[in-house]
């Protein structure tokens, strides 16, 4: 056997020996996934934040509500907001203000 053939099978010997470890990583990768997964499983979801807005679609994206956090009337376009914002929100247009969970009611802006 000549030095190159054996250089050759040694560096496939190597291959096949990183590919081993390279699946056994994978692996080990993927357990630990599935375990933070189960851990997250078990806790309880965050709250909902204390306010949201909801905006339309196209250009500029424009503020279509003003919601409680927990109202199940919110679209999926919303975001959390601060107090504060929902207060000027509202502030600027009363019309904003979700029928369902009625935020302007909540904040006393009536």
Do not use: N
């Amino acid at each position: 056997m000549s030095e190159d053939t054996s250089r050759l099978d040694l560096l496939r010997f190597l291959e096949r020996i990183q590919e081993r470890d390279l699946a056994r990583t994978r692996q080990w990768i993927i357990e630990e996934q599935q375990r933070l997964a189960e851990i997250a499983a078990r806790q309880p979801p965050p709250p909902p934040p204390d306010w949201l807005v909801e905006q339309g679609i196209g250009v500029g994206r424009p503020i279509v509500a003003v919601h409680q956090g927990g109202c199940r009337m919110a679209g999926k376009r919303t975001a959390p907001i601060p107090r504060g914002e929902a207060l000027r929100l509202l502030g600027e247009d009363t019309g904003r203000a979700c029928q369902q969970c009625r935020p302007d009611t909540e904040l006393g802006v009536l």
